[in-house]
């Protein structure tokens, strides 16, 4: 049965009739008011610039406090080890609880500190674009890391034979942690829209997620993309929920903290696999990001990003403090933790698939093999890395049968 939190999280009461005549096929699409006024507004923006900053700031350091990040990977160890029926159970591994928040209660008020109604409203739009084609997303990554880290791909979604036989049976697509936290994302950010323009926002999207396969290179630059990804939405949904307050600010944070902990997962499996290169990590998401600008134009209104230079300023500000928060905290967690988390065999039962064929079958147990084989051999570290880590897990072996002793 699919996880129905997404529906559960928010309540919506019957609405008050729109005050503007909207046919039935009429949607939203972000467009920018006068020159005049939306230089007006950012002048106002501009105002309230300092006391926006700190509340990014007083934001990252609440969500990215190492007990939140910590529990975040606690909670993916839970997904794979904790199973529903077995005591105690704790369903917010399944997917992360979220604080009520009340839909009807949303209004244009709640957007504050100078930030124009239309242009919260943009950004939500692009946002919900973004998040929308979640299956293809959760597909992706299933198949992608089936063999890069099979507990993530089983984390995050489902193989390509997995896949296949849920769309051929008709049975549910949607059965990883990632994948329920992630798909009431999309619908969140429509129903906000429409709580602030009065009118519900378009759903026919221009984006097109790529193909991913499993072959190690596709794997590698995959992860690299997946944490550019959650980076960036976590950095922009902190500036809405810096310009929101009530409800709107309440909904908004729940989205956010289901960003850092994809994040934080992301990024230590990133770590578990290449070593502690930090600096190449956020080089790595900074050229990609760089490289992905470019799909601004794949969004309704996307030439409107980068328009208010105030915004941009803010977006620099949260990136900037999130990546040097997650690094603080990246550096705290052990290597033994990492190889706890990510190779212990999952309890979970297997998902349904389609049976492969015993010669195909052999492969794909021998690719896993070898898959480990080169992760607890930390293969992909660099060699001064490698020696080192190693003659720490070494000794720390050789302590452990003392003190048994
Ligand atoms: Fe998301
Ligand atoms: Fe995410």
């Known amino acids: 049965m699919l996880n129905t939190a997404s529906e559960d999280s928010f309540s919506e009461k019957p609405t008050a009739a729109p005050n503007r005549p909207l046919t039935p096929t009429q949607r939203y699409r972000p467009t920018a008011p006068s020159r005049a006024r939306r230089w007006l507004s950012i002048l106002r923006q501009a105002m309230w610039l300092p006391k926006t900053l700190l509340t990014i700031h007083r934001i990252v350091r609440e969500d990215f406090a190492p007990a939140a990040l910590d529990e975040n990977l606690w909670a993916f160890w839970g997904f794979h080890q904790e199973i529903a029926g077995n005591e105690p159970y704790d369903p917010h591994y399944r997917a992360r609880t979220w604080q009520k928040a009340q839909l009807s209660a949303i209004g244009p008020r709640h957007v504050i500190r100078g930030l124009a109604v239309w242009e919260m409203a943009f950004m939500m739009n692009f946002a919900m674009e973004s998040e929308e084609p979640i299956m293809d997303y959760t597909q992706q990554s299933g198949e992608g890391f089936r063999f890069l880290l099979p507990a993530l791909g089983r984390f995050m979604g489902k193989n390509e034979e997995q ?6 049976h008709r049975l549910p697509w949607c059965e990883s942690a990632w994948c329920a936290e992630e798909r009431r994302h999309s619908n969140a950010f429509a129903r906000m829209i429409a709580r602030l323009v009065n009118i519900s926002p378009s759903r026919e999207n221009p984006n097109q997620p790529m193909d991913v396969t499993a072959d190690e290179h596709d794997a590698i630059f995959h992860i690299i993309n997946r944490q550019t990804s959650e980076w960036n939405a976590s950095s922009s949904y902190i500036v809405m929920a810096a310009h929101a307050t009530g409800d709107l600010h309440i ?23 290449f070593g502690p290169r930090f600096w190449k990590r956020l080089l790595d998401c900074i050229k990609l990001g760089v490289a992905n600008y470019h799909q601004r134009r794949n969004r309704s209104g996307g030439d ?16 900037l403090l999130t990546a040097l928060y997650l690094t603080k905290w990246l550096k705290t967690v052990p290597l033994r933790a990492l190889t706890t988390v990510f190779e212990t065999p999952s309890r979970l039962p297997d998902l349904a698939a389609f049976t492969p064929s015993s010669e195909r079958q052999a492969e794909i147990d021998e690719t896993l093999r070898k898959g480990q084989q080169k992760r607890v051999g930390l293969a992909r570290w660099s060699p001064g890395m490698r020696e080192f880590a190693l003659a720490e897990r070494r000794f720390e072996g050789r302590r452990a049968t003392d003190l048994r002793r």
């Open 304 to 319: 409107l990003l980068g328009s208010n230079p105030i915004l941009s300023l803010e977006g620099v500000a949260a990136h």
């Open 163 to 168: 896949a296949r036989y849920s769309a051929e």
């Open 251 to 273: 909904l908004v944070r729940n989205i956010v903290r289901d960003e850092i902990k994809h994040l934080s997962i992301l990024s230590c499996a990133y770590s578990y696999l």
